[in-house]
């Protein structure tokens, strides 16, 4: 009965610790500035023992931050030192290779003390408007032009924050107001997590998290290994390629699955870029392992026993173990497509259970608008510099059983923003967002399709774009004789082509035209259920000529 | 009308199983519940009328108001079924409705389906036109192509029509021209514009909002004007009224045209209901619990009026997921809704972890205790096993519970995976349940910063009494209220509503730039939109007003609700405003920010009728204890143990009467659970106040 009885209450705590995580991810996604945080939910925050290791991760989050800030709280305790940590204190850093991959994400991470002891650690992680440097692009070509970097190091101590780091911080970014609120921001919603997990200890009458962190542990471990237990052993190899920067990346890939865990080489894998497309083996870790995870064990919550059958590697300074002062500033762009790279060998394991290629990295659209010397604004509008982040996303692959999602972010878990809000923004007209008609690959299950974005300045201004766009020369493949979806494309109005990498000037008069690639479609197109294929030429997901084309359709 | 003098008030809720009718006679209360009737919901109202008029000893013609609320539009929406609509949008956003949010609610599905735009996209039209961010105009908007819309309207037999486009909130001259080509060409088609329905930034929500709007319009319309017929025909000459989404009443002519304010009318009521007891009591922070079959529904309600927000989320289509519904923009009180009822199931996940819903029995077949089949433990089977039911009285002995049949669902889907006795798997689904509820509760309260130590919880429906002794200690509430009958509280709850009415808009002002002139003629507009709805109950009724800004700072993406100074605003007046905000930003998150402009997004112009004033509940004087012989045994969890606890019948307890937990109080519809820590006094209204033991009442 005893048993029993302590197992519920296990249980019920173990629900409780990832209702906390929640609240402080909570707090922190309703008072952070940056706009990615708050419109697209790019963060995570989490618990962890003394000893560094993450017991629950908040379900608000984005996949990028996964095991990157678990392995993070490591890094911290071992820079701060044992014997300077104290009640009250909170630790700082946006370093790529300590935290999450880049200088725009902070990490935070606060020691939670009960009765004067400590019980363990809170972590979050978020991107902030700016860090200063050249502002966020591909760009630059060490790390020291994409900005700041603040070394693990204590945001406060005891309490009191350290009031000659912020005049520092605010010396160096743009937004200076915005990036201190953000980092107050992310150190309270430690506390806010810290405040629960007292309420709940207090409620349990715990002293500390040690006999909840086992339980916690080896359900996690060994419903994991279950699941590793069925799968077919052996080695299974991938690879694809994209645009890079100025010349094409391959990403290479040999899983070697045992029923003792996955491990993920990336040894073959193209070597660094000039420009910051490269990505820190924290951020590769982050996407490879989410991959694994939604295809192997996706009902297991993420925590230190979940993901460690799961192991990445990589050479050192290939373009996925990219070493400091490498630049990394647009790491999300391969990282993002590292789960097709990872499903795609898993596929050659587990026939039918994983999608086709998508568009995968998301087209974060990062806008400047500058006034027009002697510029006149329309009335009743102002003059003004402003800078525009958008996020869009392209198709996802079509599923074995499914097809794509149109204009849907995978792997990335963030939202895009309301083209209301972004024009209010800055002094920007969007012409049209909208599904791009035919992008879709085809397949017995078509890919999903991607969308068409148009934009030009207001009067008075003018606008560049940080192009950071993928896919425009190799689309999503399919998979089992689906056909590729659409490639990527950067143009104006005029038909006129953009370069998909690096700062560019719109033209005055100008729009801005953004093809977003489609997503491969899945089985042979000719298996497509004709009423689907009818279904699809009547909502102008597809033309009639591709019908007749792909799908031998006769109109 | 009016019998003898006292004025007849009559509430009709229909929900998915039951319509409740109440009849108020004076000070007299009589109820009728009789089976909803889907084909034609109105005959089920008629039925209910019937009986409880007769009941009551009055006439159907003495009848004063009838205050009616549905869940028809709510299920109208999660079941698809509406009229063939189109939708026409700008050029350039064909795709909106479709495209949602662009992201995933669920992180590691990849065989996720995200619920289809609720007008397929070859029945959405864009028209060149265009209106900019600061209500500009431009692009001229294109008549000719519209007229050729009309034409292919009418040709295909479309039914209703909606109308949304780019910053229509700030400027609504093309959804206006629109509206008159359209209905021009096709004289008689239901139009719905978003500029009326919905006048909010965020062209997603506003657009859905105006095609869900436009997709249950006939419908309903046709639905109000039968019930209207009916109830005349019956003799009945009085208004009717309806509730709306936000908690206020306004007349069948205006839901008529805004059948999108309906939408959880019902549970609204039920908060209204919840909110009387509060004002009776004098408690000024209040959170109310109803716990049906499927879900629990919680809200906020505090100086006796219930949380509203600005937009909320229908027809989840994955476990209750947030995102993976509708969004509707219109002012509604707010409930957190969680798939934690008496007939959610209980299963074993991978990590073998017990698991409670959101997978309900439903009413057939049922908990398996009920004997109509049903093979898996539900939470009254849980219920049952701890001792907190008694399987001879349940529902007034109307259903016969088989504690056999528990055991076996439970021992088959928990105990036998788990190894564990069929008490523990029971213990485990209750506090699976409750813990999920009482997360849902704290999440809901940090969105809002609030603390829940001080709130009073006021707990109806169902399954609320068995769980909510438990559910307070979670969430370290010590004072709870269980009123009396509450199985029709949103019916009672109707009768409790003011006239009211809240007009909100989207409109973008940086403080910096603050323009009292361009306020005062904003709030203008919103009170008279909002007194046009209001006053339909009468053009003399005493109105009060607030005046509510949506306000952040800028760069942020969460707006927090302000309230600001109900009077003529000249300029200077920013620095009250900012004021305002900063106290309320401090209030939420613990400090102000420098150096950074303030954005006001959103405003609203909220006015009602004031009521009448509460009836005090008057305190009980001496405190009695009672007694029984009568014993059972429960399982209180906060001990860890099982207790030997006394069993009462409600209707024996007396005003007065003193009930000390561990105890079961018997009704005839459910049980109310008193723990250990807490005990019970049955209150001059019926009501039982639970309170820690050694607090003393305020």
């Given at each position: 009965m005893t048993d029993g009885?302590?197992?519920?209450?296990?249980?019920?705590?173990?629900?409780?610790?990832?209702?906390?995580?929640?609240?402080?991810?909570?707090?922190?996604?309703?008072?952070?500035?940056?706009?990615?945080?708050?419109?697209?939910?790019?963060?995570?925050?989490?618990?962890?023992?003394?000893?560094?290791?993450?017991?629950?991760?908040?379900?608000?989050?984005?996949?990028?931050?996964?095991?990157?800030?678990?392995?993070?709280?490591?890094?911290?305790?071992?820079?701060?030192?044992?014997d300077n940590i104290f009640e009250g204190d909170s630790y700082i850093t946006n370093d790529p290779w300590k935290g999450?991959?880049?200088?725009?994400?902070?990490?935070?991470?606060?020691?939670?003390?009960?009765?004067?002891?400590?019980?363990?650690?809170?972590?979050?992680?978020?991107?902030?408007?700016?860090?200063?440097?050249?502002?966020?692009?591909?760009?630059?070509?060490?790390?020291?032009?994409?900005?700041?970097?603040?070394?693990?190091?204590?945001?406060?101590?005891?309490?009191?924050?350290?009031?000659?780091?912020?005049?520092?911080?605010?010396?160096?970014?743009?937004?200076?107001?915005?990036?201190?609120?953000?980092?107050?921001?992310?150190?309270?919603?430690?506390?806010?997590?810290?405040?629960?997990?007292m309420d709940m200890m207090d409620e349990f009458r715990l002293d500390d998290l040690n006999e909840l962190r086992d339980f916690v542990f080896s359900n996690s471990l060994n419903a994991t290994m279950e699941h590793l237990r069925d799968l077919p052993a052996g080695s299974y190899e991938n690879e694809m390629t994209v645009d890079g920067y100025d010349a094409p990346v391959t990403m290479k890939l040999r899983l070697d699955v045992s029923d003792q865990g996955v491990l993920a080489d990336f040894a073959g894998t193209s070597g660094l870029s000039r420009k910051g497309i490269n990505v820190p083996l924290v951020y590769t870790t982050a996407y490879a392992c989410y991959a694994l995870k939604c295809a192997l064990a996706p009902q297991i919550?993420?925590?230190?026993?979940?993901?460690?059958?799961?192991?990445?590697?990589?050479?050192?300074?290939?373009?996925?173990?990219?070493?400091?002062?490498?630049?990394?500033?647009?790491?999300?762009?391969?990282?993002?497509?590292?789960?097709?790279?990872?499903?795609?060998?898993?596929?050659?394991?587990?026939?039918?259970?994983?999608?086709?290629?998508?568009?995968?990295?998301?087209?974060?659209?990062?806008?400047?608008?500058?006034?027009?010397?002697?510029?006149?604004?329309?009335?009743?509008?102002?003059?003004?510099?402003?800078?525009?982040?958008?996020?869009?996303?392209?198709?996802?692959?079509?599923?074995?059983?499914?097809?794509?999602?149109?204009?849907?972010?995978?792997?990335?878990?963030?939202?895009?923003?309301?083209?209301?809000?972004?024009?209010?923004?800055?002094?920007?007209?969007?012409?049209?967002?909208?599904?791009?008609?035919?992008?879709?690959?085809?397949?017995a299950r078509r890919g999903g399709l991607g969308q068409v974005i148009e934009l030009s300045a207001n009067p008075g201004h003018?606008?560049?774009?940080?192009?950071?766009?993928?896919?425009?020369?190799?689309?999503?493949?399919?998979?089992?004789?689906?056909?590729?979806?659409?490639?990527?494309?950067?143009?104006?109005?005029?038909?006129?082509?953009?370069?998909?990498?690096?700062k560019q000037w719109i033209p005055d008069e100008r729009r801005l035209v953004l093809k977003l690639p489609g997503g491969g479609g899945y089985g042979d197109p000719s298996q497509r259920d004709p009423a689907l294929v009818a279904q699809d030429v009547e909502r102008e997901y597809i033309t009639p000529d591709q019908a007749k084309r792909d799908y031998a359709r006769e109109n | 009308m009016s019998y003898n003098n006292l004025s007849v008030r009559v509430g009709a809720d229909i929900g998915g199983t039951?319509?409740?009718?109440?009849?108020?006679?004076?000070?007299?209360?009589?109820?009728?519940?009789?089976?909803?009737?889907?084909?034609?919901?109105?005959?089920?109202?008629?039925?209910?009328?019937?009986?409880?008029?007769?009941?009551?000893?009055?006439?159907?013609?003495?009848?004063?108001?009838?205050?009616?609320?549905?869940?028809?539009?709510?299920?109208?929406?999660?079941?698809?079924r509406g009229a063939a609509t189109a939708?026409?949008?700008?050029?350039?956003?064909?795709?909106?409705?479709?495209?949602?949010?662009?992201?995933?609610?669920?992180?590691?599905?990849?065989?996720?389906?995200?619920?289809?735009?609720?007008?397929?996209?070859?029945?959405?039209?864009?028209?060149?036109?265009?209106?900019?961010?600061?209500?500009?105009?431009?692009?001229?908007?294109?008549?000719?192509?519209?007229?050729?819309?009309?034409?292919?309207?009418?040709?295909?037999?479309?039914?209703?029509?909606?109308?949304?486009?780019?910053?229509?909130?700030?400027?609504?001259?093309?959804?206006?021209?629109?509206r008159e080509i359209i209905a021009a060409e096709v004289p008689g088609i239901s139009i719905s514009i978003s500029s009326e329905v919905s006048p909010q930034m965020r062209e997603f929500e506003r657009f859905n909002t105006v095609c869900a709007n436009a997709f249950i319009k006939p419908l309903m319309a046709s639905y109000l004007q039968r019930l209207v017929d009916r109830f005349r025909d019956e003799g009945g000459v009085c208004p009717v009224f309806m509730m709306h989404s936000g908690g206020g009443l306004i007349s069948v002519e205006s839901a008529i045209e805004f059948p999108v304010r309906l939408l959880e009318s019902g549970p609204a009521g039920g908060a209204i209901y919840a909110a009387d007891f509060a004002a009776g009591y004098g408690l000024d922070k209040v959170l109310s619990y109803d716990m049906g079959g499927t879900t629990a529904k919680i809200c906020m309600i505090e100086d006796r009026v219930p949380k509203t927000?600005?937009?909320?989320?229908?027809?989840?289509?994955?476990?209750?997921?947030?995102?993976?519904?509708?969004?509707?923009?219109?002012?509604?009180?707010?409930?957190?809704?969680?798939?934690?009822?008496?007939?959610?199931?209980?299963?074993?996940?991978?990590?073998?972890?017990?698991?409670?819903?959101?997978?309900?029995?439903?009413?057939?077949?049922?908990?398996?205790?009920?004997?109509?089949?049903?093979?898996?433990?539900?939470?009254?089977?849980?219920?049952?096993?701890?001792?907190?039911?008694?399987?001879?009285?349940?529902?007034?002995?109307?259903?016969?519970?088989?504690?056999?049949?528990?055991?076996?669902?439970?021992?088959?889907?928990?105990?036998?995976?788990?190894?564990?006795?069929?008490?523990?798997?029971?213990?485990?689904?209750?506090?699976?349940?409750?813990?999920?509820?009482?997360?849902?509760?704290?999440?809901?309260?940090?969105?809002?910063?609030?603390?829940?130590?001080?709130?009073?919880?006021?707990?109806?429906?169902?399954?609320?009494?068995?769980?909510?002794?438990?559910?307070?200690?979670?969430?370290?509430?010590?004072?709870?209220?269980?009123?009396?009958?509450?199985?029709?509280?949103?019916?009672?709850?109707?009768?409790?509503?003011?006239f009211g009415f809240e007009a909100i808009r989207g409109a973008f002002l940086r403080l910096s730039e603050f323009d009292a002139g361009w306020t005062n003629r904003l709030i203008d507009e919103l009170d008279d939109e909002a007194q046009r709805f209001a006053r339909t109950g009468s053009t003399e009724l005493e109105l009060l007003r607030e005046i509510k800004a949506y306000m952040r700072y800028q760069g942020q993406g969460w707006e927090i609700m302000v309230t600001l100074p109900d009077r003529e605003f000249k300029n200077g007046d920013e620095a009250e405003i900012r004021k305002r905000f900063e106290d309320e930003y401090i209030r939420l998150f613990g400090r102000a920010l420098d150096g950074i402009d303030i954005e006001i997004m959103t405003w609203s112009v909220q006015v009602r009728s004031?009521?009448?004033?509460?009836?005090?509940?008057?305190?009980?004087?001496?405190?009695?204890?009672?007694?029984?012989?009568?014993?059972?045994?429960?399982?209180?969890?906060?001990?860890?143990?099982?207790?030997?606890?006394?069993?009462?019948?409600?209707?024996d307890l007396q005003a007065g009467d003193l009930v000390s937990g561990p105890a079961v109080i018997i009704e005839r519809e459910t049980s109310t659970i008193v723990n250990n820590r807490f005990q019970a006094i049955r209150q001059s209204d019926g009501c039982l106040l639970l309170r820690l033991k050694g607090k003393t009442s305020d």
């Open positions: 009885i302590s197992n519920v209450h296990m249980q019920v705590m173990w629900n409780r610790l990832i209702s906390v995580v929640e609240e402080q991810a909570l707090t922190l996604l309703r008072t952070a500035f940056s706009t990615s945080v708050r419109e697209a939910g790019d963060l995570s925050a989490g618990v962890f023992d003394e000893q560094g290791h993450m017991i629950a991760q908040a379900v608000t989050g984005t996949p990028g931050h996964v095991n990157a800030m678990a392995e993070a709280v490591g890094h911290f305790i071992d820079e701060i030192g044992g999450t991959g880049h200088l725009h994400d902070f990490t935070f991470v606060n020691p939670s003390f009960r009765n004067g002891r400590l019980v363990g650690y809170f972590a979050c992680t978020a991107h902030v408007v700016d860090v200063g440097g050249r502002g966020f692009g591909p760009d630059a070509t060490e790390v020291y032009e994409e900005g700041i970097v603040i070394p693990i190091m204590k945001f406060a101590e005891r309490g009191e924050v350290d009031q000659r780091l912020i005049k520092i911080i605010r010396g160096n970014v743009r937004e200076s107001g915005q990036v201190i609120g953000d980092l107050y921001s992310l150190s309270s919603c430690n506390d806010t997590g810290h405040q629960r997990l919550p993420n925590n230190h026993a979940s993901l460690s059958p799961f192991k990445v590697t990589a050479p050192e300074n290939c373009i996925l173990n990219a070493k400091h002062p490498a630049p990394v500033a647009i790491r999300h762009v391969l990282g993002q497509f590292l789960p097709d790279v990872v499903l795609g060998a898993l596929h050659k394991m587990l026939p039918d259970r994983v999608p086709a290629e998508g568009a995968s990295a998301l087209w974060i659209v990062q806008l400047g608008a500058r006034p027009i010397e002697n510029g006149q604004a329309a009335a009743g509008e102002a003059m003004r510099n402003s800078e525009i982040l958008m996020f869009n996303s392209g198709g996802t692959g079509a599923r074995p059983t499914l097809d794509g999602l149109s204009a849907t972010a995978f792997p990335s878990g963030v939202h895009t923003m309301s083209a209301e809000v972004t024009e209010h923004v800055g002094p920007i007209t969007i012409w049209r967002k909208e599904l791009r008609e035919g992008s879709g690959g085809a397949g003018r606008i560049y774009i940080n192009a950071m766009f993928d896919r425009c020369q190799n689309p999503a493949r399919g998979r089992n004789g689906g056909h590729p979806g659409a490639a990527g494309s950067v143009e104006l109005d005029d038909g006129s082509k953009l370069s998909s990498k690096g | 039951f319509t409740d009718v109440v009849l108020e006679h004076g000070s007299g209360q009589h109820s009728s519940k009789v089976l909803t009737n889907n084909s034609n919901p109105e005959q089920a109202i008629i039925d209910g009328l019937r009986k409880v008029t007769q009941i009551a000893g009055v006439g159907i013609e003495h009848i004063d108001q009838l205050i009616h609320g549905t869940t028809l539009a709510t299920n109208a929406l999660i079941e698809r939708f026409i949008t700008s050029l350039g956003f064909r795709d909106v409705i479709e495209m949602r949010t662009e992201g995933r609610f669920e992180q590691y599905d990849l065989n996720l389906s995200l619920p289809p735009p609720l007008i397929a996209r070859e029945h959405r039209y864009v028209v060149a036109g265009r209106i900019a961010a600061s209500g500009r105009e431009l692009v001229a908007l294109d008549e000719n192509e519209l007229q050729r819309i009309a034409t292919r309207i009418g040709e295909r037999g479309y039914q209703s029509v909606a109308i949304g486009f780019i910053h229509a909130y700030v400027n609504a001259a093309h959804e206006r021209r629109a927000a600005r937009s909320f989320e229908v027809a989840r289509t994955y476990r209750f997921k947030k995102g993976s519904g509708m969004p509707v923009s219109i002012p509604v009180i707010e409930m957190v809704e969680i798939g934690a009822g008496g007939g959610s199931l209980g299963w074993v996940d991978e990590m073998n972890q017990i698991r409670v819903g959101p997978e309900s029995a439903g009413a057939e077949p049922g908990p398996a205790c009920y004997n109509r089949g049903g093979l898996n433990p539900a939470v009254t089977d849980a219920d049952l096993l701890l001792g907190r039911l008694d399987p001879e009285r349940f529902a007034g002995g109307d259903i016969r519970l088989e504690t056999k049949n528990a055991e076996t669902a439970m021992q088959r889907a928990i105990g036998d995976r788990l190894g564990m006795d069929i008490d523990i798997a029971a213990i485990g689904i209750c506090e699976v349940v409750d813990e999920n509820m009482a997360n849902a509760a704290r999440v809901h309260a940090v969105e809002n910063g609030k603390e829940l130590g001080d709130f009073t919880m006021i707990a109806y429906g169902g399954a609320a009494p068995l769980h909510a002794s438990r559910l307070s200690e979670k969430l370290g509430i010590d004072e709870l209220l269980i009123p009396p009958g509450a199985g029709v509280g949103s019916a009672i709850g109707f009768l409790r509503a003011p004031r009521l009448a004033e509460p009836r005090k509940v008057v305190p009980v004087g001496t405190e009695t204890p009672r007694y029984s012989d009568e014993r059972r045994r429960i399982y209180d969890a906060r001990e860890q143990r099982f207790l030997d606890a006394a069993v009462f019948q409600r209707d």
